[in-house]
Nanobody, 118 residues
Framework: QVQLVESGGGLVQPGGSLRLSCAAS????????MSWYRQAPGAERELVAY??????KTQYAEFVEDRFQISRDMHNTFLQMNALKPEDTAVYYC?????????????WGQGTQVTVSS
């Protein structure tokens, strides 16, 4: 059974950093596309970044502007977030799909809150 559990969220000041983790159980990430999405209050869920397990290819949303980095190992996916802005405040979700190209998740974690505020 595929399960995803996020951790690492919290309150951080503008300009600060956070590292989100997504622990995967029931599968290994090397045959999956692993992704991070976020959802701010009143907004739709949006893609932040994804990584293709079989190739290591990564893709980022434009708003990331080289501030974030996605990475993975066999059982975890990470999102290193630097130079955080108040507009990065959202619930961040980990997603997974058994695929070599399709980044739309078939499985979701429960989310972790990130708040950027002084």
């Amino acid at each position: 059974q595929v399960q995803l559990v996020e951790s690492g969220g919290g309150l951080v000041q503008p300009g600060g950093s956070l590292r989100l983790s997504c622990a995967a159980s029931g599968f290994t990430t090397d045959k999956y596309v692993m992704s991070w999405y976020r959802q701010a209050p009143g907004a739709e869920r949006e893609l932040v970044a994804y990584i293709i397990g079989v190739s290591g290819k990564t893709q980022y949303a434009e708003f990331v502007e080289d501030r974030f980095q996605i990475s993975r190992d066999m059982h975890n996916t990470f999102l290193q977030m630097n130079a955080l802005k108040p507009e990065d405040t959202a619930v961040y979700y980990c997603g997974a799909r058994h695929s070599s190209f399709n980044y739309v998740p078939a499985h979701w974690g429960q989310g972790t809150q990130v708040t950027v505020s002084s």
